[in-house]
């Protein structure tokens, strides 16, 4: 290391007092300047002082800190079951745009496949935060969260008794899958789920089943199974299952997520099964791939950006104190027809 970043990283933090001191004024008129709050309470001459003393020590206001000794930060957690699906991308940069440089935002998020736990999160909540958003939960982890504070639900349809919420259309986008297959003739398919099991997979998974038998569509019990989102474990499962598959006449894959489907396309090119030709393969979420993959993906668009931007705002809302009009919205899921289902 340089010793001029040695000496760096050992000089002490600079204070409130320290600034105060080099200006000639007390602490409480370096916090209202620093923190924008000097009209009709600091002379020009006072705020002229302490910003060249700020400049001069680089001084930098410790605002998580100054907020928690009022009782709360500034601070947004954002709760979300398995990063590894690229859908949460989207949607934490939606949040992260409604909220603003006011606010920090801090991720409680699960490894592959697993479920956020409520006693995690509550040891988050010493941080004192400003709000807290849940992403795609179940009732039992919103039961023994027991939350107190401005929360928001994404994803979480048939949940909006907890708090309010920003849900997705899900159900629909499901349905006209199951037309869309229908009318394209198929009659026996196959459904690849996520282990996750919150409300949203739940309701895409029954939305599918129900439109699909009504339409003539069967799904056997031993055509559903769940993997992990993540692409080889979906590869490898599809692969375990398809021969079985095959032999029943199943002519269509429906997954859970579009990275299920990319797992299920890549495994179809390597055993040689044509797409469409052979089997139809269709997910949920729509992501940017899906519009380039060879052939490109049939989608239930679920539009993420949005859901992250509208959550953000009503948490923005209750933070502030505002009461929501709309306490519980929900956007619409469109079906994005493309070649993987001819």
Request: aromatic letters at 4%; glycine letters at 10%; proline letters at 5%.
């Amino acid at each position: 290391m340089d010793p001029l970043d040695r000496r760096n990283a050992r000089a002490p933090r600079v204070t409130a007092a320290m600034v105060a001191e080099r200006a000639g004024v007390s602490t409480a008129t370096v916090s209202l300047v620093a923190n924008g709050k000097t009209r009709g309470r600091v002379s020009d001459d006072n705020i002229s002082r302490v910003r060249e003393a700020i400049s001069e020590l680089g001084y930098v206001v410790d605002g998580i800190g100054s907020s928690l000794a009022k009782g709360v930060s500034s601070i947004v957690i954002l709760v979300a079951p398995d990063i590894s699906n690229p859908f949460f991308a989207k949607v934490i940069a939606g949040v992260r745009e409604s909220l603003g440089a006011e606010y920090q935002l801090l991720l409680s998020v699960t490894d592959a496949g697993e479920f956020p736990q409520a006693e995690d999160v509550r040891k988050l909540m010493a941080l004192r935060p400003a709000g807290l958003l849940v992403d795609a939960p179940n009732a039992g982890f919103l039961e023994e969260l027991s939350a107190a504070g401005p929360l928001v639900l994404l994803d979480a349809p048939g949940l909006e008794a907890y708090a309010p919420s920003v849900n997705l259309d899900v159900a629909r986008g499901a349905r006209e899958l199951a037309a869309h297959l229908a009318d394209s003739g198929h009659t026996h398919a196959a459904y690849i789920d996520s282990v996750t099991g919150t409300a949203t997979f739940d309701l895409r998974r029954k939305a599918f089943l129900e439109e699909a038998k009504t339409r003539g569509i069967s799904v056997a019990p031993d055509c559903i199974i769940s993997t992990m989102i993540d692409v080889g474990s979906a590869a490898e499962a599809f692969a375990r299952a398809w021969p079985q598959w095959q032999r029943t006449g199943v002519t269509a894959v429906v997954c859970g997520t579009d990275t299920h489907a990319y797992g299920v396309l890549q495994e179809a090119r390597v055993a040689g099964v044509g797409i469409p030709q052979e089997l139809a393969v269709a997910g949920f979420d729509d992501l940017p791939y899906s519009a380039t993959s060879n052939p490109g993906l049939t989608s239930v668009h679920l539009p993420a950006m949005p859901l992250g931007r509208k959550a953000g705002q009503q948490l923005r809302g209750l933070m502030e104190g505002f009461e929501l009009e709309e306490p519980h919205v929900t956007l619409d899921s469109s079906l994005v027809v493309r070649g993987s289902t001819g």
